[in-house]
């Protein structure tokens, strides 16, 4: 592999370290994916803390790599794609991490991964499915309609204001919010417009008023092994999207219904399912299944639950015990990746004395030249909006 995708520790970029002489792999190397992504960072952080012998690679197919700037990966891949990164490398174990690796991974090589099979991917992947799979589980979901033309919507089913979304995870990320018989025609046909390419469906979904929280969860073939909940303070957009600030939370209810979805999937390595407490019932409603690791894993990381190293520790064969016990108290933002911008959109320029409570941590720190860029990106953006 040339010099131009292979960056060593403190690396700045590709091309940096011509000339430097690769470290020797230590006895165990593990490839992390996606490695500019803040909860693989994360990952990788808390990996190295707690199993140093670790050879830890980071690897993103974008010509940048972020983890580069990051003293928890040994070295940094760039600008190639995943498959050629496996296929030119010795590693002996992969953590896939966004959801595309993670698909990559379990077609090229789940013998290296702790993985449940592609066919249990494509339910959790793929929210009709998924519903389905809550329905025969008695788990409670928003009332749905599943569209793969505008001529299938039933009026009289929809309450409003209404939830419009591709059915399919990655395929399209925008999510529309109708008032109106008329908004929810014309976003349902500019949604197909862009998922019929790849013979998906549309989502009509009621909306559930209320706060995001989610159950987070290490399973053995169907078996929880470690299981942690959040609650979430802010998300980028505001009105639904990836945590921003989030706090460690505990309920039997989200357990439980959390649990009955992977369980009856005999789901094999880490998930998220996500819910909404519905602010009418008080009920925990379903979102979606998300089989990869979460955007917020960091928040389960400083609270003790290191689901990174329990994942090699199961790869590795180690028979895991049951566990449920964590920070409970703890609070985690992520001021540089988004929250700040949350807060600005918001207005809710207070928050911002959430990051110096007794209780709360924060990714700032980690990296001065990773802060300094994240800093100049987001004044970027404001300045843009």
């Known amino acids: 592999m040339g010099q131009s995708a292979l960056n060593q520790r403190k690396g700045y970029g590709a091309g940096a370290n011509a ?5 020797p792999a230590k006895h165990f190397r593990v490839l992390v994916t996606d490695s500019s992504f803040k909860h693989a960072i994360a990952l990788a952080r808390y990996l190295k803390r707690d199993m140093p012998d670790l050879h830890i690679t980071g690897h993103t197919g974008r010509w940048f790599n972020l983890g580069s700037m990051y003293s928890c990966f040994d070295e940094t891949i760039s600008n ?7 296929r030119e490398n010795n590693f002996q174990m992969l953590i896939p991490v966004g959801a595309t690796s993670v698909l990559s991974v379990s077609r090229l090589k789940p013998s290296l991964a702790v993985l449940p099979s592609v066919e249990q991917l494509e339910i959790s992947y793929d929210k009709a499915s998924t519903i389905r799979l809550a329905l025969n589980a008695g788990v409670p979901v928003p009332k749905t309609q599943v569209l793969v033309s505008v001529e299938q919507i039933i009026p009289q089913d929809i309450t409003y204001p209404c939830v419009v979304k591709a059915s399919r995870e990655g395929v399209n990320r925008k999510v529309t919010y109708c008032h109106n018989l008329e908004e929810t025609r014309r976003a349902v046909r500019e949604h197909l417009a ?3 390419i790849r013979g998906g469906s549309v989502l009509v979904q009621e909306f559930v008023p209320g ?5 987070f969860a290490l399973m053995d073939h169907g078996r929880a092994v470690r299981v942690f909940m959040h609650h979430r ?14 706090r460690a939370y505990f309920s039997e209810q989200l357990k439980e219904y959390g649990l009955r979805l992977l369980q009856a999937l005999r789901w094999h390595g880490a998930a998220m399912v996500e819910f909404k407490l519905d602010s009418r019932s008080g009920q925990f409603v379903l979102m979606e299944i998300n089989g990869k690791f979460w955007g917020s894993l960091e928040l389960a990381l400083r609270s003790g639950v290191n689901f990174g190293a329990d994942l090699v520790r199961l790869y590795r064969g180690e028979t895991l015990q049951y566990c449920q016990e964590y920070d409970r ?6 001021p540089l990746d988004s929250d700040l911008r949350t807060i600005w959109r918001t207005r809710n320029f207070s928050a911002v004395r959430d990051y110096f409570k007794p209780e709360a941590s924060t990714n700032v720190g980690q990296s001065l030249r990773a802060d300094i860029l994240k800093t100049g990106l987001l004044l970027w953006r404001l300045v843009q909006r």
Do not use: M, N
Request: one cysteine or more.
């Open 194 to 196: 862009v998922v019929e």
């Open 233 to 246: 303070l802010r998300e980028d957009p505001p009105t639904g999207g990836q945590s921003t600030a989030a």
């Open 80 to 86: 190639i794609p995943l498959e050629r990164a496996i």
């Open 329 to 334: 108290q703890c609070h985690f933002y992520w």
């Open 19 to 23: 000339g430097i002489k690769k470290q």
């Open 211 to 215: 706060e995001g929280y989610g159950l």
